[in-house]
T-cell receptor, first 110, second 110 residues
């Protein structure tokens, strides 16, 4: 059974800190790994990763995938209060569906 | 921009009522999904569809059915709503290996 584990489940930091969120997985047929940010509404898409070692960047956010060790990390540098959200990792498999992790709740204090 | 819309943002129904939740996407995507999201349980897949008239059960299909008569529209049906179906329902649409979410419908069954 495909499985996604995220750590930590909850994190509190101060503005300006750098955070690293972890996502590890077990999958039969890997297709893609996705990161989402969810505030008080539906998840919004951040990154899709399909290849190992290639960093995806968007502003202060970046993510990388290691298909050998079966994990991905999401980095946020110089955090701001607007980064407070639940960050979801999801695994896409060749069954064409997606398995979600439980999420990491990030709180950024001023 | 991909657009996924859901028929209602908030819905209140009585126990035993038949409930229809509609999802429409405007990008000609093959795959569409219905999830429910509950505190502490994360996102759970109810049903997904990879083509018109095709459907697959997800992790928690009991008490639900779906309909996909046209490519752009995927409906979730609660045949006889129960209080344990009070939840946030999220529809998603997928072009290939990514996924885009609608705004969600918060359903309360009293």
């Amino acid at each position: 059974e495909d499985k996604v584990v995220q750590s930590p489940l909850s994190l509190v930091v101060h503005e300006g800190d750098t955070v690293t969120l972890n996502c590890s997985y077990e999958v039969t047929n890997f297709r893609s790994l996705l990161w989402y940010k969810q505030e008080k509404k539906a998840p919004t898409f951040l990154f899709m990763l399909t290849s190992s070692g290639i960093e995806k960047k968007s502003g202060r956010l970046s993510s990388i995938l290691d298909k050998k060790e079966l994990f991905s990390i999401l980095n946020i540098t110089a955090t701001q209060t607007g980064d407070s959200a639940v960050y979801l990792c999801a695994l896409g498999n060749y069954g064409q569906n997606f398995v979600f992790g439980p999420g990491t709740r990030l709180s950024v204090l001023p | 921009d991909v657009k996924v819309t859901q028929s209602s943002r908030y819905l209140v129904k009585r126990t035993g009522e038949k409930v229809f939740l509609e999802c429409v996407q405007d990008m000609d995507h093959e795959n569409m999904f219905w999830y429910r999201q509950d505190p502490g349980l994360g996102l759970r897949l109810i049903y997904f569809s990879y083509d018109v008239k095709m459907k697959e059960k997800g992790d928690i299909p009991e008490g639900y059915s779906v309909s996909r008569e046209k490519k752009e529209r995927f409906s979730l049906i609660l045949e006889s709503a129960s209080t344990n179906q009070t939840s946030m329902y999220l529809c998603a649409s997928s072009p290939d290996r990514g996924q885009y979410f609608g705004p969600g419908t918060r359903l309360t069954v009293t």
